[in-house]
């Protein structure tokens, strides 16, 4: 079996709400949280990476079930209330290896804004 390397590019949003800081993807409905920006980013790595690992396993398409997020998050994404924060380094991340010879990357957050 040939290695096959799947590679994810995602916009999230970001916000704080009651204490921690909520990470939404766009272009898929998965979300998480975390004390501090940099927690809620690889909490939305972990859960993004656990949810392509299930779907492998379980015989389908990674992703194929996870649907776009709700509109009012594009809304938000796009408003003027938000500012990008792409200047934010991102450093290399790690690749994730699981069976059948597949290597997840961790998701290429290309454009993270944060709205008040």
């Given at each position: 079996m040939t290695q096959q390397e799947l590679t994810f590019k995602v916009k999230a949003l970001l916000w704080q709400e009651?204490?921690?800081?909520?990470v939404q993807g766009l272009e898929y409905d998965i979300a998480a949280y975390g004390k501090s920006i940099e927690k809620?980013?690889?909490a939305?790595?972990?859960?993004?990476?656990?949810?392509?690992?299930i779907d492998i396993k379980d015989g389908k398409k990674?992703?194929?079930?996870?649907?776009?997020?709700?509109?009012?998050?594009?809304?938000k994404f796009n408003s003027p209330s938000c500012y990008n924060i792409e200047d934010r380094k991102q450093k290399p991340g790690k690749?994730?290896?699981?069976?059948?010879?597949?290597?997840?990357?961790?998701?290429?957050?290309?454009?993270?804004?944060?709205?008040?």
């Open positions: 009651e204490g921690f800081w909520v809620a980013m690889a939305f790595k972990k859960t993004f990476l656990g949810q392509i690992i990674p992703l194929q079930d996870v649907g776009k997020a709700p509109v009012m998050y594009s809304q690749t994730f290896k699981i069976p059948q010879g597949i290597n997840i990357p961790d998701p290429s957050i290309i454009e993270t804004r944060i709205c008040a």
